[in-house]
């Protein structure tokens, strides 16, 4: 096969290959978004699960979630830093938030400049101006007042 004995230059296959490599590109472009813009999920979902048990006054789930345990019942001693009735009276309908109606999810992320161990929640709960913002810690999902 000579040089002048080449095939011709199919442009529809090439056309179909450039449309594969931009469909390509494009889908990697969008994973990697989303994974960014979700970056955040579980821990959100913990607070999510958090605020709708405290939503409807399941506060004894709600601890079981502060302290990632459902069974937190057959071990109380193992949370005497922070037990049920102090979460109670910080939670609770006497608390700084009162009875929980309605929430939602602001944002979440971490604090700048640090790398940390955890994620920062920031809930607006009833509506309020002031934000409730609570600690989420990434390896065990267990919660806390935020420190920021």
């Known amino acids: 096969m000579t040089l002048l004995d080449a095939k011709e230059y199919d442009f529809r296959r090439a056309r179909r290959r ?4 931009a469909f390509a590109i494009i889908t990697v472009l969008i994973l990697i978004g989303l994974a960014w813009a979700y970056r ?4 959100e979902h913990v ?3 958090f605020f709708t048990a405290l939503q409807h006054q399941d506060y004894e789930k ?12 057959q071990h109380q001693q193992k949370y005497k830093q922070y037990p049920f009735s102090d979460f109670y009276r910080d939670w609770g309908p006497g608390g700084e938030w009162g009875l ?18 955890g994620v920062i929640v920031e809930v607006v709960v009833n ?6 913002r609570v600690w989420v ?10 420190p920021f």
């Open 127 to 132: 509506d309020r101006s002031e934000h409730a």
């Open 62 to 73: 709600a601890y079981g979630v502060w302290m990632q345990d459902p069974q937190w019942k």
């Open 40 to 43: 955040y999920w579980p821990e």
């Open 100 to 117: 929980i109606k309605s929430y939602r999810i602001y944002a979440s992320g971490t604090p700048p400049g640090r790398s940390s161990s």
């Open 137 to 146: 810690e990434k390896s065990d999902k267990t919660m806390s007042f935020s």
């Open 47 to 49: 607070a999510d699960e």
């Open 18 to 21: 450039n449309t594969l490599i």
